[in-house]
């Protein structure tokens, strides 16, 4: 059916991760890990259609219906460069965001200590 790459990415690149966070932190409650999985599982799906790409030709001839054979090979090309880009866009924006945090921490400590004194 072509899955294996979705159920690979998934298993190791978004349920592991998510039950170890769970494990160590007592419960799933961070939005950054998620954050951070949508780009990680992105790339590993891209990744799996890669190593497909090698041989597509083969798995073709065989009946292999991996996704790569069923949507071709310059569409996989195409989804390829498209998931690196939106991969790394999420990371980015993600990155922006804590910066944007954590630029915003001395100032709401400024205006808490400047609340706080009589």
């Known amino acids: 059916m072509g899955l294996g790459e979705l159920i690979v990415t998934l298993v190791l690149n978004t349920l592991v991760p998510l039950l170890g966070y769970c494990l160590q932190a007592g419960g799933l409650t961070a939005n950054t890990l998620l954050l951070v999985l949508i780009?990680?599982?992105i790339?590993?799906?891209?990744r799996m259609m890669v190593?497909?790409?090698a041989d597509w030709r083969s798995d073709a001839t065989t009946w292999k219906k991996t996704?790569?054979?069923?949507i071709g090979i310059e569409n996989a090309v195409r989804i390829?460069?498209?998931g690196m880009v939106v991969a790394y866009l999420t990371l980015q924006a993600h990155f922006?965001?804590?910066?944007r945090e954590k630029a915003a921490l001395p100032a709401m400590a400024a205006s808490h200590g400047a609340a706080s004194t009589p």
């Open 39 to 41: 780009p990680l599982g």
């Open 43 to 46: 790339i590993e799906y891209i």
């Open 51 to 53: 190593m497909n790409m």
């Open 67 to 70: 996704l790569v054979v069923r």
């Open 80 to 82: 390829h460069g498209v």
């Open 96 to 99: 922006k965001k804590k910066a």
